[in-house]
């Protein structure tokens, strides 16, 4: 998923993509059409071979309810819709394991997505976000949070027959789309006038509450909010992810002028120079 402000960033998390070892199929969604932006790919020396392309416009012709997921007046722009857009690929891939992947974030180390027939789950120990995901959940699903442990890892893989199960699931209880109950169902924010809904929590804890097919990886984040964090400053000792937490983009800003990536160059760079990138 590849938003308008990330077309950077996924030509960086892109040159990452050897570290995903066990995956046949890339299919990119973002703003572009799909000459300009695998003719960008390629000029970054992206192996594209097997990528797939469809645009935000093009999945929103084609599951035209993604749309009821673009609030009015909702501050974080689009961000609530794209989890949408997430969730609707779900049905347009066919696929027995799908990997959900955001722009902004990267495995720095090898990771395979199922590990002796096991789902391989990122997770963040002991940690809880906003109350409103977790009862999103419990709304949906009529089942408790399965664990302390976070999953808001910005990437996911998911069977996609626990996908299917969910969604019959849902049926069954309230006899509406599935995208109208996951919007229904996650509570108000009355503060802050929004929804807080991670398809992360409600896939992964689904997944968990259906099978013992699951293991726990945990995520050692290197998160970034400078150009200086990655082309001057020491990187920690231990992470085996990356991601990019700039506002809108701004560390490699994406120049549809000419269309080229800002600074790019230079954080791959050092990558290379500290032996992380795979060649």
């Given at each position: 998923?590849?938003?308008?402000?990330?077309?950077?960033?996924?030509?960086?998390?892109?040159?990452?993509?050897?570290?995903?070892?066990?995956?046949?199929?890339?299919?990119?969604?973002?703003?572009?059409?799909a000459d300009r932006i695998n003719r960008l790919f390629q000029t970054y020396t992206i192996d594209t071979t097997g990528f797939e392309y469809i645009t935000d416009y093009e999945l929103l012709e084609q599951y035209p309810a993604i749309a009821t997921w673009n609030l009015g007046?909702?501050y974080r722009g689009s961000w609530l819709l794209q989890q949408a857009m997430k969730l609707h690929m779900l049905d347009h891939v066919d696929a027995d394991?799908?990997?959900?992947?955001?722009?902004?974030?990267?495995?720095?180390?090898?990771?395979?997505?199922?590990?002796?027939?096991?789902?391989?789950?990122?997770?963040?120990?002991?940690?809880?976000?906003?109350?409103?995901?977790?009862?999103?959940?419990?709304?949906?699903?009529?089942?408790?949070?399965?664990?302390?442990?976070?999953?808001?890892?910005?990437?996911?893989?998911?069977?996609?027959?626990?996908?299917?199960?969910?969604?019959?699931?849902?049926?069954?209880?309230?006899?509406?789309?599935?995208?109208?109950?996951?919007?229904?169902?996650?509570?108000?924010?009355?503060?802050?006038?929004?929804?807080?809904?991670?398809?992360?929590?409600?896939?992964?804890?689904?997944?968990?509450?259906?099978?013992?097919?699951?293991?726990?990886?945990?995520?050692?984040?290197?998160?970034?909010?400078?150009?200086?964090?990655?082309?001057?400053?020491?990187?920690?000792?231990?992470?085996?992810?990356?991601?990019?937490?700039?506002?809108?983009?701004?560390?490699?800003?994406?120049?549809?002028?000419?269309?080229?990536?800002?600074?790019?160059?230079?954080?791959?760079?050092?990558?290379?120079?500290?032996?992380?990138?795979?060649?």
């Amino acid at each position: 998923m590849v938003g308008a402000h990330r077309i950077g960033n996924a030509c960086l998390s892109l040159k990452f993509d050897k570290n995903l070892n066990t995956f046949d199929q890339t299919i990119v969604v973002s703003p572009l059409p799909a000459d300009r932006i695998n003719r960008l790919f390629q000029t970054y020396t992206i192996d594209t071979t097997g990528f797939e392309y469809i645009t935000d416009y093009e999945l929103l012709e084609q599951y035209p309810a993604i749309a009821t997921w673009n609030l009015g007046g909702d501050y974080r722009g689009s961000w609530l819709l794209q989890q949408a857009m997430k969730l609707h690929m779900l049905d347009h891939v066919d696929a027995d394991v799908i990997f959900i992947q955001d722009a902004d974030s990267f495995c720095t180390d090898p990771y395979d997505c199922v590990v002796d027939g096991k789902l391989n789950l990122f997770y963040l120990p002991n940690v809880s976000h906003t109350w409103e995901y977790y009862r999103a959940f419990e709304n949906i699903t009529a089942l408790p949070r399965q664990t302390p442990h976070c999953f808001v890892c910005d990437m996911m893989p998911i069977f996609k027959s626990d996908w299917t199960s969910l969604k019959e699931s849902v049926a069954e209880r309230f006899e509406q789309p599935w995208t109208d109950i996951f919007l229904d169902q996650t509570p108000w924010d009355y503060v802050a006038n929004v929804k807080w809904f991670s398809e992360y929590e409600l896939l992964a804890n689904w997944a968990m509450s259906q099978h013992s097919q699951y293991q726990l990886t945990e995520q050692l984040r290197f998160e970034f909010k400078s150009i200086e964090q990655l082309t001057h400053n020491d990187f920690p000792n231990r992470f085996n992810c990356s991601s990019d937490k700039s506002p809108q983009g701004r560390i490699l800003p994406f120049d549809y002028g000419n269309d080229t990536v800002q600074n790019l160059d230079l954080v791959l760079d050092r990558f290379h120079r500290l032996g992380l990138l795979p060649e």
